[in-house]
């Protein structure tokens, strides 16, 4: 049990160094031009190309700011495998704006679910997804799940997670600094809480 809870904690210490070297530009484009994501959508479709104004935008430089379908998250690669076998089944639409400031990632996402889904049980799939693998609980704003995740090699990552209107919503900031990651962590969920309150 714990060997496999290792190994997937190393599959998401992977994906979150994925996510910063993509923001990063780790396509292949210059690192000291940080790349950002605008997912441009057909009008006639049921989802908004950008995302909505109540997520939060992190301090730093935004690298990715897009709005749609898991598919088109799963597309731009900002959400690993893991994260996306949980809410793709219930979830019609993904936001998410992430930002770097050196070496520190913050991010602000929503995952809205289908009008017959409830985002109670998405929420509690995705605590548990993250309590498997290893995560610690941590103290937060009533509502809120907060947990964090201190690997011996690797980012220190915070991650939040709560249920407002028919979303879920994820306030997480990593980075190899764990004080930074923490004290951004604490700072962006209380801004993302005062536009997105909790509702459930």
Known sequence: MLRNAGA???VLVLVALTVAAWAH????GDPNRPRAATVAGDPRLPWAAEPSYE???PVGTLSVRLSGPPSVIEEAGVLGRVDLD???PVTKQIAALVSTEGELVRGAWLFTVFQAEDPTGLLDDIVSLYEEVGYQAVPA???VVALAFAPEEG???YRGHYVSGRGVVRVEAFGPDGDAAEAAFHELLAAQL?????TS
């Open 8 to 10: 997937v904690s190393t």
């Open 25 to 28: 530009g780790g396509d292949g």
């Open 55 to 57: 997520l939060v935008e």
């Open 86 to 88: 949980v809410v793709e």
């Open 141 to 143: 704003q009533e509502g």
């Open 155 to 157: 980012p220190v990552t």
């Open 194 to 198: 005062r536009d997105l309150p909790v």
